[in-house]
């Protein structure tokens, strides 16, 4: 894909429904007696492996244009798999459906492409093996591919090392199928989805600072899910809108969870005017149209308990502080090394090809912005994020921009430059 500078970009876009709730949407579906519908579904990748996971396991999914309809088996109504479970390129499926498998009456193997099958499993399989769990790295290395043995399941209060939702969406998904009550303590509050929409279809989950628990055997039931626009998605044009002079986005329906808009906060802080309007609640989430318009920004330093809310939109926050005025310092984010790439070295090492004064650090990047930044070859690494990022960057940039592999971001955003060429009026 060949990028060039772009004149002011206009219009409005609806971004595609959010990920993460795309993805428990149908694992929640699928656990629930009888009908979910789900409208807004990310028709991306990673959310179709989920749904193959689950055909494969027994459950009825039709997959219409228009709306995601399952015909749910209660959650003690999955059978195992004939062949092996292939999660593709989504860490989000294989480490919740861990927790569920692990509870099932069944064995199975799990695996996925060979970007997962380099990601740390141990983050998940340290805590089922604490309830009892019988999961298994096949290849001794933490990673995919896995093996499950069905069992019935203890119930711990988890201390996560780690701030991650798939680690404790993972464990309070087991917790349905344990002994009694399951709860997870994180570092920091990571994003709350699996919360929300568990007790939207019936558990019970209660929050308590950094801290969620879940009582077991819930009696889930269908229901209608419409899935907010995805905030990690909608970075991007944020970004562009804040960046191309003279533009001006208004960006429909996007999730503005509180554990998930640390981008927002992040923008404030550089400069960014970004005017939220329509503030509503859909299917227990809350979402926002987002007004954004040209700002020259200035740098900021991005780390705390504000990471794991932003912790998929760092790559676009550091393409923002590359045309930003000052420093901006990225850090607490080493979590970026175990992505679909090593974001910090993929980023830094793209980011210095197009003369950013950028510098790698073990836990993030320090950004020295606001100098000439121009067109270059970049190398996506088969990260969506990635191609996303520069296509984004390649709109300031002088000259051409050529990304390499620039189609893995239909794993998020499959219409993604569609709707930029749509914003540039092409």
Known sequence: MNIEKSTPLRGEISVPGDKSISHRAVMFGSLAKGTTEITNFLQGADCLSTISCFRQMGIEID??????????????????????????????????????LAGQSFDCRVTGDASIQKRPMKRVITPLSMMNAAIDSINHNGCAPLKIQGRKLKAVHYNSPVASAQVKSCVLLAGMYADGVTSV?????SRNHSELMLNYFGASVASHGTTASILPDPLLEGRKVIVPGDISSAAYFIAAGLLVPGSEILIKNVGVNPTRDGLLKVCAAMGADITRLNENTVSGEPTADLLVRYSS?????VGGEIIPTLIDELPIIAVMAAFADGTTVIKDASELKVKESNRIAVMTGNLSRMGVDVEATEDGMIIHGGKPVHGAEIDSHLDH????????????????????????????YPNFYEDLNQLKGL
Request: hydrophobic share 40%.
């Open 63 to 100: 997959n219409q244009p228009d709306r995601i309809v399952i015909w749910g088996k209660g959650l003690h109504g999955l059978n195992g798999p004939n062949d092996t479970l292939d999660v593709g390129n989504s860490g989000t499926t294989i480490r919740l459906m861990s927790g569920i």
């Open 185 to 189: 303590t994180e570092p920091i509050l």
């Open 297 to 301: 920004l200035h740098g900021t330093t």
């Open 385 to 412: 994020r990635i191609a996303m990022s520069f296509a984004i960057a390649a709109l300031s940039a002088e000259g051409t921009t050529k990304i390499k592999d620039a189609d893995c971001v239909r794993i998020s």
